[in-house]
């Protein structure tokens, strides 16, 4: 039986959190493809790590306030090169992401193909909060040059192609004086057994649409990592 895009991303994230939870007090595995929020998670999820994050130079925690700059992101020579650059936050770790194609016969290669796919754009960098003390990433999703959809209709394809998003609230910003939108929704954590906040902004380039996403272990772990989210927004330009 043919698995949907839904069914695949909750077993395959299910089966890398289980998996992270068995090597917890060996080692902590090496980020890669995209894979549930907490699926590399070394500290626990005692809310810990979220004090941490006050650590890293942030004004501040939670909506408006933002983190110390640790890099810029998205040009030539950087770790992952986009049609947009933006600074990231201090001690945060960016990786390219990089998956092989689709393999029919290896369901699990083409569930992992399809975590990197969510609505109108591909998953294209992720940047890893663990260094930092927080359990969660910031992602970038881009989509092809000939989309020419708004900001608010990428996003609106982006969380509709999540069948766990719930309470979704649209609005319309500036991302470093760019036209965007915003959007503030919760999925639902099989692992945690409760709903979590997920956060994301767009915008249009002449390359393509591009998200930025903000997920997190929980509530308390995305909540202490907007300082990096809205650090991005507000540095983001053009590439």
């Not at 591909?122 to 989309?147: H, M, T, Y």
């Not at 998200?211 to 989210?229: I, K, N, R």
């Amino acid at each position: 039986m043919a698995m949907t895009r839904g069914t695949a991303r909750r077993r395959v994230a299910a089966g890398v959190a289980v998996a992270a939870v068995t090597l917890a007090g060996c080692s902590s595995p090496p980020g890669g493809a995209v894979a549930g929020d907490g699926a590399s998670a070394g500290p626990s999820a005692s809310g810990a790590p979220a004090k941490a994050a006050r650590k890293d130079g942030a004004d501040g925690a939670g909506a408006g306030a933002v983190a110390k700059k640790g890099g810029r992101l998205g040009g030539a020579g950087s770790a992952c090169e986009l049609p947009v650059t933006f600074d990231h936050a201090a001690a945060w770790k960016p990786k390219k992401i990089e998956v092989e194609p689709a393999d029919e016969e290896n369901p699990f290669a083409e569930a992992v193909a399809d975590l990197t796919e969510q609505g109108t754009v591909r998953a294209a960098c992720e940047i890893d909060a663990k260094p930092a003390g927080n359990i969660g990433f910031l992602r970038v999703w881009q989509g092809d040059a000939s989309d020419r959809d708004d900001p608010g209709a990428v996003l609106k394809a982006f969380t509709a192609d999540d069948p766990e998003a719930k309470k979704a609230t649209y609005t319309r910003v500036e991302a470093g004086g760019l036209a965007a939108a915003e959007v503030e929704y919760t999925v639902y954590s099989e692992l945690l057994e409760e709903e979590k906040r997920q956060r994301a902004f767009a915008v249009s380039t002449p390359d393509g649409p591009v998200v930025v996403h903000l997920g997190g272990m929980d509530t308390a772990e995305h909540t202490a990592m907007l300082p990096a989210y809205e650090l991005a927004k507000r540095s983001l330009k053009l590439g």
